[in-house]
């Protein structure tokens, strides 16, 4: 066991902005990174090569987070050792699904809290200043911009842009498009098929030419649209890793003349044919940098579309929302409350396109949420004005 992961040298911080350390007796700081913006921790020790899993997770555990100096393969081996003592939290007697999913949900968060405490430092250049670390420059670049100054961050967190990297780079194959999507980094990826097919597939309003695609992300549907002859579409969104996404994209596509791309929370102004959205599915509350894509606290923006809707369609336009009954399934909104609201906003169900999920965990018996991810239904709702 090394000697600088057996006492912890450990300080204080209260610019959350920023982590502190000592090294060889003396302070040392940097930035500090987080996607989810946890704060950077207090407690901070030295790690290398010689620290076990054991240890690590047991410093983990109790709050403190080990700055990592050694190989950077070694420090992936230690991360994934560590994960491998993570144990989810046992299931009662007589557990029902929306215990169940509040469960899980905890047991994310308290994985992604422990496996957050193994970090590793970035210089300002945009490199990993360990052994053996993978040239991330333009991962860095893609995913932070310029840097201005040497950071510290999660080894898990890296290892999410280095993923995302490879996934703009490979890019994800849309039948419907007969072309690939190309992710950027904090940008959800639309790996689940069944939504595309069915905006790809319901039939158009009569003489439909308009579009607005809210909340468009990497753009897929605004590229869906414009290939069935949509003539102008209008894609709206409030990232600005989303707004460059789609742009890229659908420039990539051959459709940047055909769709704008604004900054906009939910609707531009007017009004168009068709307005479509495939809000978050599930009302709960984002707690990591990768819930935003799936969870809509308080169903704001699901709340938001249906109650603007009305207002932006042309007479005879139709809205799309894209949304499957998952939120059903686990308890957290019932059918009933989101026909309410439809009918609230003044809007009426002209017709329903229902298809079935095709990812792996519907299949899996072993997952916790099984008997709600078997049955659930993915669903385009078309809706007029009342």
């Known amino acids: 066991m090394s000697d600088r992961t057996g006492t912890p040298e450990t300080t204080s911080t209260v610019d959350?902005?920023?982590i502190s350390w000592v090294e060889g007796g003396s302070p040392r700081s940097a930035l500090w990174r987080s996607e989810s913006g946890w704060p950077a921790p207090v407690n901070v020790v030295l790690g290398d090569d010689d620290l076990t899993a054991e240890k690590a997770f047991r410093l983990a555990s109790t709050g403190t987070a080990m700055l990592w100096t050694g190989d950077f393969h070694n420090a992936r081996q230690l991360l994934s050792a560590m994960g491998r003592r993570l144990a989810d939290s046992p299931r009662p007697k007589n557990d029902n699904i929306t215990a169940a999913f509040h469960r899980t949900r905890d047991d994310a968060l308290r994985r992604a809290t422990i496996l957050g405490m193994l970090l590793v430092p970035l210089e300002a250049n945009g490199t990993v200043p360990?052994?053996?670390?993978?040239?991330?420059r333009l991962a860095a670049a893609h995913a932070w911009g310029s840097l201005d100054e040497a950071s510290v961050l999660?080894?898990?967190?890296?290892?999410?842009?280095?993923?995302?990297?490879?996934?703009?780079?490979?890019g994800i194959p849309v039948p419907a498009l007969g072309a690939r999507i190309h992710p950027h980094y904090g940008v959800?990826?639309?790996v689940r098929g069944e939504y595309l097919d069915l905006v790809a597939t319901a039939p158009l309003p009569q003489d439909a030419t308009t579009a607005f695609d809210i909340g468009t992300g990497t753009g897929v549907l605004s590229a869906i649209l414009a290939s069935r002859g949509i003539r102008s579409v209008t894609a709206t969104d409030m990232d600005k890793r989303a707004i460059a996404c789609a742009r890229e994209n659908l420039e990539a596509l051959g459709f940047a003349d055909t769709v704008t791309v604004v900054d906009a929370d939910l609707f531009p102004e007017g009004r168009a044919d068709i307005v479509a959205c495939n809000p978050p599915w599930i009302p709960a509350t984002p707690r990591t940098a990768t819930d935003f894509a799936v969870y809509d606290e308080g169903g704001r923006m699901l709340a938001g579309f249906l109650s603007g809707l009305a207002g932006h369609l042309t007479p005879g336009g139709e809205g799309w929302l894209v949304i499957s009954d998952i939120a059903e399934r686990?308890?957290?909104?019932?059918?009933?409350?989101l026909l309410d609201a439809i009918d609230d906003a003044g809007l009426s169900v002209i017709g329903r396109m229902d298809t079935r999920p095709t990812h792996a965990r519907a299949t899996d018996a072993a997952d916790p949420l099984y008997a709600a991810r078997a049955a659930e239904v993915t669903s385009l709702w078309r809706l007029r004005v009342a």
Do not use: C
């Open 130 to 136: 360990l052994r053996r670390a993978p040239d991330i």
């Open 154 to 170: 999660s080894l898990r967190e890296l290892l999410g842009v280095i993923g995302a990297e490879e996934w703009r780079a490979t």
């Open 16 to 18: 959350h902005a920023r």
């Open 188 to 190: 959800f990826s639309p």
């Open 330 to 337: 686990l308890g957290l909104r019932s059918r009933g409350d």
